[in-house]
Each structure stands twice: as C-alpha cells, then as structure tokens.
C-alpha cells in the first residue's frame, strides 16, 4: 500500500514568487491536513481538507492556502513568498470519518528554502 | 500559548536502557494522544496513540502512560536500542477538529551503542 506521496521532495524560490505543493493521500483516505515545520516552532497546523471542503484552519496569513480535488489529491499554495515561509510543509492523509481523529499519515515532506 | 509542553529537549541513553519523554497539555478537551517518531530527512511517522479512557497502552517496547487527572501523558521505550535514534513528538487533539494536532516542540533521543 502506497503511502502519502508529496512533491516537488525540494523546492527553491525567490521572496514574492508563489508556489504550490502537492499532496497524493493513501489510497482510500479522503482527508488530508497540512503542517508546516520549522525549528523555531516546530510543528504547526496550516488547514485540513474532507471531499473538497476546508474544515478546519489555523493560525496563517491568507498567503497559504489550500485545495482538494475529487480524488481526494491535494495542493498548497503560498503566494508572495517570504523568507520566513522557508520550512519543511508536510502532509498528513486519514480516513477523516468513523472514529474521531483516527491515525494520521504523513508524507516526506517538501522542503521550501526561500532565498 | 503552547498547548502541550514537551520535555527533555534532547535525552542520551546508552544501549538496553529505557528512553522517557514526557509531555502536558492544558486543554481538557483534548481526547486523542500520538507519539511520533521522526529520522532526519522524513516526516514523522506515527508510533503509538492513546485515549483518555486508558492509562497505559503498550505496543512492543513503546509503552504511554497517561495521567488525566494530571493532564500529562509520557513515552516509554524499553531496551532502547541505536536505530531508536530519531526525534520524538507528542501531540494532541480533539473530537471534530478534524486532525488538527497540537505538537510538542520535540525530544531527539540518542542512543549510545
């Protein structure tokens, strides 16, 4: 069984581009979160999305933001890009219905260093 | 505010010992408590989770202890081994926020061979 695929795995991009990550989840899993990780302060949620719809979000400007399809496939974007943006943005995929707040998955991560 | 307080931040224990993180949350609503496990270079990878309808859950050498009324929950890893080596997270969550995981700030063990 596949896991979560994310890509690019490394993105570099200059302060005001916009950029969009992607997120494939385990087949079957119809929910997918973002996180972005950095060390300062570690892991923080960015948004989590069910059958297409935004549920939950947290504490970013509207530069991030999200999307999925009907596939349950799912894409970040940032736009405007700072140097603070520059993280590890991970994805995280699980059922998202039955039992509550049930394993989340992660994916590898892609890198975003912004120069 | 940090939800939920993550201790040690680092931790060195010599081969066959026992590894214990500890963390503590405020929110008691809170009603869903994983560990994960992260190696340099991937996303973290879940380890062991716990309710609050349980005190203790053992998974091989992984081993939660929750404490409700503390409002504090720990990892224990039995017989720690060098491939244990990895940063440790905690994390919370609760019913219908939609795994929305609070994290701790992480604990990077080392394993002494």
């Known amino acids: 069984k596949a896991g979560v695929t994310q890509t690019p795995r490394y993105l570099i991009k200059t302060r005001g581009q916009q950029v969009t990550l992607s997120c494939s989840p385990i087949s079957g899993h119809r929910s997918v979160s973002w996180y972005q990780q950095t060390p300062g302060q570690g892991l923080q949620f960015l948004f989590e999305y069910f059958s297409e719809t935004q549920r939950n979000k947290g504490n970013f400007p509207g530069r991030f933001s999200g999307r999925q399809f009907s596939n349950s496939r799912s894409e970040m974007n940032v736009s405007t890009l700072e140097l603070g943006d520059s993280a590890l943005y991970l994805c995280a995929s699980s059922f998202g219905v039955g039992v509550p707040n049930t394993e989340a998955f992660f994916g590898q991560g892609t890198r975003l260093t912004v120069v | 505010q940090q939800q939920v307080k993550q201790s040690p931040q680092s931790l060195i224990v010599q081969k066959g010992g026992i590894s214990i993180i500890n963390c503590a949350y405020e929110?008691?609503?809170?009603?869903?408590f994983p560990w994960y496990q992260q190696f340099p270079g991937k996303g973290p990878a879940l380890l062991i989770a716990?309710?609050?309808?349980?005190s203790e859950k053992k998974e091989g050498r992984f081993t939660i202890s929750f404490n409700k009324s503390a409002k504090q929950f720990s990892l224990h890893i039995m017989d720690s081994q060098p491939g244990d080596s990895a940063t440790y997270f905690c994390a919370a969550s609760r019913e219908g926020n939609f795994n929305k995981f609070y994290f701790g700030s992480g604990t990077k063990l080392n394993v002494k061979p």
């Open positions: 716990i309710r609050p309808d349980v």
């Open positions: 929110n008691t609503a809170f009603d869903y």
